[in-house]
């Protein structure tokens, strides 16, 4: 009798140990805070949701183990690449070099100006060049924004 194996994604066992590794960093840092905290203390919260962290990383590895990959990877260097092709596509790295440049800018441009580029910008880029309709429903969400933040909220925003 021949045992079914659930599959794994390329470079998922990997993510993994890297959960892992990150959870007990977390950890570590959560503990610096103020060493073996008490219930009131200011490290407990962290240090509690680093604890969970690790639960669910040791969880999630436990459960993965009896997962196989996929039998056309042949190799960790296909692996790689397929994963590279799987997370990596064109779109997504648009959008994440589109949100560090956003980052960056409203640092030295207001919020407003900042978020209606942005805004403008991926939806230009998304909406395949449909400028005009583009930069029309970014001035209304920035207008939504300002309204709901500046005078309902009456909360300052850089």
Do not use: C
Not at 36 to 65: E, K, Q, T
Not at 140 to 156: E, G, W
């Amino acid at each position: 009798m021949s045992q079914k194996f659930e599959r794994v994604q390329a470079g998922e066992k990997v993510f993994d140990w890297l959960l892992l590794l990150f959870s007990i960093g977390v950890l570590f840092e959560a503990y610096r805070i103020d060493g073996i905290p008490g219930l009131n203390s200011p490290g407990s919260f962290p240090v509690g949701l680093a604890l969970v962290m690790l639960a669910s990383s040791v969880v999630i590895l436990i459960s993965h183990r009896r997962k196989r990959r996929d039998p056309r990877i042949r190799n960790a260097f296909h692996e790689a690449q397929v994963f590279l092709y799987e997370h990596f596509q064109p779109h997504i790295v648009v959008f994440t070099f589109l949100a560090v440049a956003y980052l960056a800018a409203i640092v030295w441009a207001s919020f407003y100006i900042s978020t209606y580029i942005f805004l403008a910008v991926t939806f230009i880029y998304f909406r395949q060049g449909k400028v005009v309709s583009s930069l029309i429903i970014s001035a209304a969400a920035i207008a939504v924004i300002y309204a709901l933040f500046t005078l309902v909220f009456r909360v300052y925003l850089p």
